[in-house]
């Protein structure tokens, strides 16, 4: 018997992250799966990626991380195809501000000033990044994230898809043909019903999803295929746990009631 947690949408809420980690005892043959967006919304990024890449580290094979999107604007904002042509993507300053110290962050004031009197003028922005990417304390963490973005944004089972945001459905068993890239980290609005194998997905709130405010904080689950795991951590506080036992092919998960964490059954 083994188990395959799984976790999403922790946006920098790296306290919420650690308080559903006590719940997880990784054994021998258990995974623990990480399905995206760990950056952006709370003031934690650099601190929730460091905790995924040591958990890596400690458990080769058994813990997996996929990208989401706002993984993939970070990365696109560090590491730019072309700096001549360098233009800002999308990225949360709280994530950018968690990478700085408070003495980067006055060396980047300064520098601006000092860019009004200059002949060829850099933007503030590009000066914030690479105050960042230059960092020597997070070159580890950088070879660790440009990794990621040359893998897959899926991970496959037997009757069981974990993605961030979804896949074309409608290609059927044909989806990892079908699916373009964007629509695995970025699928809007969220698909529910029948598939041939379960969906694990996060991207969208699970309250939303449901259509009702109850399941804020919570795994929604349609009834058919799909689980949607994004608990909405910057709001609720709380990064929810999707638990799968794969001898009996079960589904629970955790609520938080009057500050304790409870099981409850789900399929």
Excluded at 39 to 51: H, W
Excluded at 169 to 180: C, I, L, S, V
Excluded at 202 to 219: Q, R
Excluded at 235 to 255: A, C, M, Q, R, W
Aim: proline content about 2%; charged content about 25%; some cysteine.
């Amino acid at each position: 018997m083994s188990i395959i947690y799984a976790m999403s949408d922790i946006h920098g809420c790296y306290v919420a992250m650690k308080q559903a980690l006590d719940h997880i005892q990784l054994k021998t043959a258990d995974q623990l799966l990480f399905v995206g967006d760990y950056v952006d919304g709370g003031n934690e990024s650099l601190q929730v990626l460091n905790e995924i890449m040591a958990l890596e580290q400690a458990h080769p094979n058994q813990v997996i991380t996929l990208l989401g999107n706002h993984d993939e604007w970070f990365c696109n904002w560090l590491f730019p195809k072309n700096t001549e042509t360098f233009e800002p993507s999308f990225v949360d300053f709280k994530t950018v501000k968690s990478f700085l110290s408070a003495a980067e962050l006055e060396e980047i004031k300064d520098a601006s000033r000092a860019q009004v009197n200059s002949s060829e003028p850099i933007s503030v922005d590009e000066l914030i990044r690479l105050e960042v990417v230059e960092a020597v304390r997070h070159q580890e963490l950088f070879k660790w994230l440009k990794q990621k973005m040359t893998e897959q944004r899926y991970y496959e089972r037997s009757n069981q898809i974990y993605v961030h945001a979804g896949i074309d459905e409608e290609a059927g068993e044909y989806w990892k043909q079908g699916t373009m890239d964007d629509i695995f980290t970025g699928k809007f609005p969220a698909t529910t019903g029948k598939f041939y194998k379960d969906i694990i997905s996060g991207h969208i709130h699970s309250e939303e999803v449901a259509n009702d405010n109850a399941y804020l904080g919570k795994v929604y689950w349609d009834h058919d295929n799909h689980f949607f795991i994004d608990g909405h951590s910057v709001t609720s506080g709380i990064v929810p746990i999707l638990k799968y036992d794969t001898e009996n092919e079960h589904y629970s998960s955790f609520e938080m009631m009057n500050g304790v964490w409870t099981k409850y059954r789900l399929k």
